[in-house]
């Protein structure tokens, strides 16, 4: 069943140990600490996260999200953020009319993704390599 994409919605898993097993239903796609991208669900399901967009939004998350401390913030490692930023160019090429937005822009109080999505695009610079 096709389903029309409205939203990317980017998301942190809220784990600091990438050396335990995480349970990761709740999203698309997982952007590994390694910058392996794994898919969880497929596309056509619909995945219960952010109700407000659940029906028409793509979910990926990076695995993190909190420090040694216990507290939300931004743990992405380099080659994480890479891999997250290509993959969210490639959905953009698949679904040309999406929009991409952080969990906290839909609820504020979540603290997810741990950095404001927006800004990051704006800012980010890719690291190219021109063989």
């Not at 996260?49 to 028409?56: I, S």
């Not at 990926?60 to 997250?84: C, F, H, M, S, W």
Request: proline share 5%.
């Amino acid at each position: 069943m096709k389903r029309h994409i409205k939203y990317i919605v980017v998301h942190s898993t809220a784990t600091f140990d990438p050396k335990v097993s995480q349970y990761y239903g709740d999203f698309h796609y997982v952007v590994e600490r390694s910058g392996e991208i794994k898919r969880i669900q497929p596309e056509t399901t619909v995945v219960k996260n952010v109700a407000a967009a659940d029906n028409e939004a793509i979910h990926i998350a990076y695995a993190g999200g909190r420090n040694k401390a216990g507290n939300l913030g931004d743990t992405r490692t380099p080659v994480q953020e890479e891999a997250l930023y290509n993959k969210l160019i490639a959905l953009t090429l698949k679904y040309p009319s999406v929009r991409i937005v952080g969990h906290n822009e839909f609820e504020a109080s979540s603290g997810c993704p741990g950095f404001n999505v927006k800004d990051w695009l704006r800012a980010y610079e890719p690291e190219i390599t021109i063989a």
